[in-house]
């Protein structure tokens, strides 16, 4: 597509529910990245994918986050049992491959913890 | 560890005028990237402008130009002929990693253009 493109837009969900994060990187585009930004902060790294593997997951904060990209094209990231604390902006980005270091973000997904 | 400090939270300019945003980092790092990138309401990062830590001369695009002091780990932005639409929350971002490229974030800086 001609850029990056997350669904949904914005998100709310109870306490304790499980929510999926779609990612459509640019096509072509081998490296992609998901980050987390809480309000008033910047976006914090989560994890990054070369192709279809998680080559960086570090940034990941508990085992209640997970994400996929089967295909090495669309990502999904799975957030278990949501907290109120997982309330953000979850930017995902794509660049042409890891040594690119230009990459592209979505609008992002505005997730709510009720 | 590589940190990102932007202290000034807001900034404000008047239209036409000139303003300066201040970024520090730190890493133990010789070669590595640093950006600034634009976030508008829409909440889209924008890459403004790119700088290659080998690369001595300051990058420049078209209104805009940084200021990198690579001994003092400092890389500001300067925004030259200000308009009402670079009105927008600017992040300082660095980047490394030979399996990574992850970015590392300062916490932004709110920029205000005044008509």
């Known amino acids: 597509g001609a850029g990056v493109s997350q669904t949904p837009s914005n998100k709310v969900t109870e306490k304790g529910k499980y929510v999926e994060l779609r990612c459509d990187p640019i096509s072509g585009h081998t490296a992609l990245y998901w980050y987390r930004q809480s309000l008033g902060q910047g976006p914090e790294f989560l994890i990054y994918?070369?192709?279809?593997?998680?080559?960086?997951d570090s940034g990941l904060p508990n085992d209640r986050f997970f994400a996929v990209r089967p295909e090495g094209s669309v990502s999904t990231l799975k957030i278990q049992r949501t907290e109120r604390g997982d309330s953000a902006v979850y930017l995902c980005?794509?660049?042409?491959?890891?040594?690119?270091?230009?990459?592209?973000f979505g609008q992002g997904t505005r997730l709510t913890v009720v | 560890a590589q940190t990102v400090t932007q202290s000034q939270p807001e900034m404000s300019v008047q239209e036409a005028e000139t303003v300066t945003l201040s970024c520090t980092y730190d890493t133990s790092e010789s070669d590595y990237y640093l950006f600034w990138y634009k976030q508008p309401p829409s909440r889209q990062m924008i890459l403004v402008i790119r700088q290659e830590a080998y690369k001595q001369q300051n990058a420049t695009e078209n209104r805009f130009s940084v200021n990198f002091q690579k001994a003092a780990k400092s890389f500001s932005l300067k925004i030259s002929d200000s308009q009402l639409g670079d009105a927008a929350m600017y992040f300082c971002?660095?980047?490394w990693g030979p399996g990574t490229y992850k970015y590392i974030f300062g916490t932004g800086t709110r920029l205000k253009v005044l008509a």
């Open positions: 980005a794509s660049s042409l491959n890891r040594l690119n270091t230009e990459a592209f």
């Open positions: 971002a660095y980047s």
């Open positions: 994918f070369q192709g279809t593997g998680a080559a960086d």
